[in-house]
């Protein structure tokens, strides 16, 4: 005799709040108790956020790894202030700027499989970092993201030459080429020698290659973008990638490293 002879299904109408009517299942456990099913509609959505929480704690962990084999933060802790909210956007300038990188994280997902390349150009103290970091922080919630100078960039992989070093020049450029979003201040700043400007687009010609989105924190304009980058480059970033121009002055009295 089989279990499902000695308990028979019962059903009744159940109603959840937010999903409405559906057909409960009851099971009478020894005659004594009923239990009745739930919603479907509310298990479902808990099992998909379930799986939401177990990949978000996955890519911390990740972070994490990362974090401690680079010896680095993925943003420095004085940065991690950085939000959508405390940024003050009082021009028009500044309202759309913020709006660009909340459009990019939000849709970051998408980002992510294109690999857009995002530009903030502009002086320093225009608020760059601030949003840049801001978009960071918020991926960092469900994946991984860095936040660097180009030459501490540069300097990690350089490290590695050196015959005492733990890492490898090729394990650095993985963890930097795989990352999910690598924001990198300061480009355009002068190098100190041909190898090392090599080190930084060997980085970006890698993420550009595997897809992986890279947001890029310049001083200079289009125009010295173009002969940094190169033309190839360059317009491949016109294609499909997002320029935002911060032309407007520093803020006064701004933090230093808000730059
Ligand atoms: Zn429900």
Redesign the pocket.
Same mark, same amino acid.
């Given at each position: 005799m089989g279990a499902s002879e000695t308990v028979p299904q019962q059903t009744r109408a159940g109603n /959840?709040?937010?999903?409405g009517e559906?057909e409960s299942k009851g099971m009478s456990l020894l005659g004594l108790r009923t239990i009745w099913t739930?919603?479907?509609? /509310?298990a479902q959505?808990q099992r998909v956020s379930d799986e939401e929480k177990r990949r978000a704690d996955e890519e911390s962990d990740r972070q994490r790894r990362m974090e401690r084999r680079l010896s680095t933060s993925g943003i420095p802790l004085r940065f991690r202030d950085r939000t959508f909210e405390n940024y003050v956007a009082d021009t028009d300038g500044k309202r759309n700027a913020l709006q660009v990188a909340r459009d990019f994280a939000a849709n970051f997902d998408n980002h992510s499989r294109d690999g857009t390349t995002v530009v903030f150009s502009g002086k320093p103290g225009t608020g760059k970092s601030h949003l840049a970091i801001a978009v960071a922080m918020i991926v960092m919630g469900s994946g991984t993201a860095m936040y660097l100078n180009a030459l501490d960039l540069v300097r990690m992989v350089r490290d590695t030459w050196r015959r005492d070093s733990e890492m490898t020049e090729s394990s650095v450029l993985h963890e930097l080429s795989t990352v999910g979003l690598l924001v990198i201040d300061e480009i355009g700043v002068q190098y100190g020698t041909d190898g090392e400007q090599v080190i930084l687009f060997d980085v970006l010609n890698r993420r550009y290659r595997d897809l992986m989105p890279t947001i890029l924190l310049t001083n200079l304009g289009a125009k010295g973008m173009k002969e940094f980058l190169g033309e190839r480059s360059f317009d491949r970033l016109r294609e499909g990638g997002i320029w935002v121009a911060f032309d407007w002055d520093s803020y006064r009295g701004s933090k230093k490293d808000a730059a």
């Open positions: /959840c709040d937010r999903h559906y739930g919603c479907p509609a /509310c959505e």
